[in-house]
């Protein structure tokens, strides 16, 4: 197995654990980290058998601070246009992965780390997370996915004032909001990100799959997500799995998913 210096990966029972591992500098996403996570994304994750993630931070403190601002000082137009190009093809990476990926959010989760978590399929927020955009604070706008998955889950108006205040939101604001679905204590978090995770893990992966695809669909331009759930629906119905749920049902046992 491949190993990082900027994240750490357990496994068990089909579920994939990815630590943001920076805890000195609250687990901000620094180049390193981003090039890890596009490798865990784009081809370590296959060496596992499959099954969910659930990203979370190391530390009692943050799940991650932000893009590494260290890194952004200084930073010129052509070089800041590509960074941000490739924040979001990472992120666009995790927002499209074919399993669930579940943000279990421990504490500040702030700019990319926010953008990090809005990436995830879903949101579990721990009572101490804190999550915003602070972008406006150092003169700069969100650059990972910020600006468009923010009004994706809380609506234009309170995005507006989020991104354009900087202000932070609790976790039960944020569960308010929608930003997350879940609030639990903090000793509870992954044992919480972990439930659904094994729940979602005895579907069939097809479906997951597909669900994640035709739901992304919907913040396509040009795309009809009508159409793309009735090829999606069609597609799905050639496989061994379909045909194992729907007989799973008839003969009142467990269905046995394969993931084909
Ligand atoms: N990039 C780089 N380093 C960061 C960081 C970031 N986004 N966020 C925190 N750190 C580092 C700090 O520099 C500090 O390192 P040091 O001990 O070497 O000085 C360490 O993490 C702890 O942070 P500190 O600021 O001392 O903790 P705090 O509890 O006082 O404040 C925050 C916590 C999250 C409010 C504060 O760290 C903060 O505002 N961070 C930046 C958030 C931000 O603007 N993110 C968007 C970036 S685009």
């Known amino acids: 197995m491949t190993s990082y210096s900027t994240l750490l990966v357990e496994t068990g029972d089909n579920i994939l654990m990815l630590r943001l591992n920076r805890p000195d500098a609250l687990n901000a996403l620094n180049s390193q980290m981003f090039d890890e996570l596009k490798s865990f994304f784009a081809n370590d994750y296959k060496a596992y058998a499959f099954g969910s993630v659930i990203i979370t931070g190391t530390g009692e403190k943050a799940f991650a601070a932000g893009a590494d601002i260290k890194e952004l000082n200084g930073l010129k137009s052509a070089d800041a246009e590509r960074l941000s190009a490739k924040g979001q093809s990472i992120f666009k990476l995790i927002e499209e992965f074919h399993a669930p990926v579940i943000a279990a959010v421990n504490g500040f989760s702030l700019g990319?780390?926010?953008?990090?978590?809005?990436?995830c399929h879903?949101?579990?927020?721990?009572?101490?997370?804190?999550?915003?955009q602070p972008e406006v604070n150092l003169g700069i706008?969100?650059?990972?996915?910020?600006?468009?998955?923010?009004?994706?889950?809380?609506?234009?108006g309170k995005a507006m004032e989020l991104l354009m205040t900087g202000d932070m939101v609790g976790a039960e604001e944020a569960l308010r909001l929608g930003l997350v679905n879940y609030v639990v204590e903090p000793e509870q978090l992954l044992d919480k990100a972990k439930e659904l995770a094994t729940k979602i893990n005895t579907k069939g992966p097809l479906a997951i799959k597909g669900v994640i695809r035709c739901v992304n669909g919907n913040f396509v331009p040009g795309v009809d997500g009508y159409h793309l759930e009735a090829k999606t629906f069609g597609?799905?119905?050639?496989?061994?799995?379909?045909?194992?749920?729907?007989?799973a049902f008839i003969e009142k046992r467990k269905a046995a998913f394969k993931g084909h």
């Open 235 to 247: 597609q799905i119905a050639d496989s061994e799995d379909f045909l194992e749920g729907t007989s």
């Open 112 to 119: 990319g780390g926010c953008e990090l978590a809005m990436a």
């Open 141 to 156: 706008i969100p650059g990972y996915g910020g600006t468009q998955r923010l009004v994706q889950l809380v609506g234009k």
């Open 122 to 132: 879903f949101r579990i927020a721990s009572t101490k997370a804190k999550f915003g």
